[in-house]
């Protein structure tokens, strides 16, 4: 199957990525005068090559065309011909302008599959990036200090563009029913309501869910990220029995007793993570993870990117003829051909 990928920045190009993943051929078509933005993007190789840009393209075949001359508009033409798949995230005006709105396409080609990517649900023209939407949909939420925080990676790119992928595979199982094809619309707005799933479910049933204290989650007690003597830590206790060890570890069997009910937890959440917090300052991190995981409560350090040993992810890392190299993300574990074309 063939998926030609006008899409820039990120969540397009990541779905179109998916797919190439799975074993899909992607092209990527750009237009010389008005390239991916994520050209520009750092961090750059010694080549001076973006490696955003990079590890969002590196199992495409990078075609261009200038997509607003008549050469260029019959090229594409010829290609959606051949293609199953089109993918992009231009303003719905601009689209037209192109000739490259869904009706256009399919007088060409009507078993073609398209996705559009968009900012907001129903406003395909207004623009947004995903520092904005976490602002828009609630993600900046405020902490103790009344400052608002962003999620440290564009996590409403990266799941509508994951979204995507599996919303053309749907499509494309139906077009196996139905000999049609489709035009789907994926927005970083709807895509918000995803990761906020059973927040945005209490919001609906007019329930009030206030974490006390930014680094813990507001529906499990505890869930968060904890001081200890030497540095950051994370655990979280889902159920009661995860509770009751937690607290015999930390010697603070009188609090499991007083607090075993999940219900009361809640209710008393900042006595409960006090209480915690207190006690887990007075040994290291890691003596608390160790003794943590020996009785099967779930804790983890809080590690930085340079902390990760990559090396533990071999079978994952793809490398190109000039050595830059790139976690894949496929929906499978499937072995993929890496080799990158030019």
Request: with cysteine.
């Amino acid at each position: 199957m063939r998926v030609l990928d006008f899409s820039r920045a990120l969540a397009g190009p990541l779905c179109a990525r998916l797919l190439g993943e799975g074993g899909m051929e992607v092209w990527k078509i750009e237009d010389p005068t008005h390239p991916d933005l994520a050209r520009t993007w750092g961090p750059f190789s010694d080549s001076g090559e973006s490696l955003y840009y990079w590890g969002l393209n590196f199992n495409k075949t990078l075609v261009t065309t200038q997509l607003d001359t008549l050469k260029g508009r019959e090229q594409i033409r010829k290609w959606v011909r051949e293609a199953d798949v089109v993918i992009d995230n231009f303003r719905s005006s601009t689209r037209e302008h192109l000739g490259l709105s869904y009706e256009r396409l399919t007088e060409a080609n009507p078993r073609l599959i398209m996705a559009s990517f968009q900012a907001y649900h129903t406003a395909s023209e207004r623009p947004g990036l995903d520092i904005t939407l976490q602002a828009h949909m609630g993600f900046t939420r405020r902490t103790a200090d009344d400052v608002p925080q962003r999620v440290a990676v564009p996590a409403i790119d990266i799941v509508t563009g994951m979204q995507g992928a599996i919303g053309i595979l749907q499509a494309l199982t139906r077009r196996n029913d139905t000999g049609s094809g489709d035009h789907l619309v994926f927005s970083l707005e709807t895509s918000s309501l995803l990761l906020l799933n059973h927040l945005a479910t209490a919001s609906l049933n007019a329930c009030l869910i206030n974490a006390p204290d930014p680094m813990m989650n507001p529906v499990i007690v505890p869930n968060g990220l904890f001081e200890t003597g030497d540095g950051w830590m994370a655990l979280c206790t889902p159920s009661n029995e995860s509770f009751r060890r937690l607290c015999h570890v930390l010697r603070l069997d009188d609090m499991a007793l007083k607090y075993l009910d999940s219900t009361a937890r809640l209710n008393h959440a900042q006595d409960v993570t006090t209480s915690i917090k207190e006690r887990l300052k007075t040994q290291s991190a890691q003596s608390w993870v160790t003794e943590l995981k020996r009785v099967g409560v779930v804790a983890e350090l809080v590690r930085s990117l340079e902390d990760i040993v990559w090396e533990n992810y071999a079978d994952l890392i793809v490398t190109d003829p000039v050595g830059h190299r790139v976690l894949k993300t496929s929906l499978s574990n499937r072995v993929i051909d890496a080799e990158v074309k030019r």
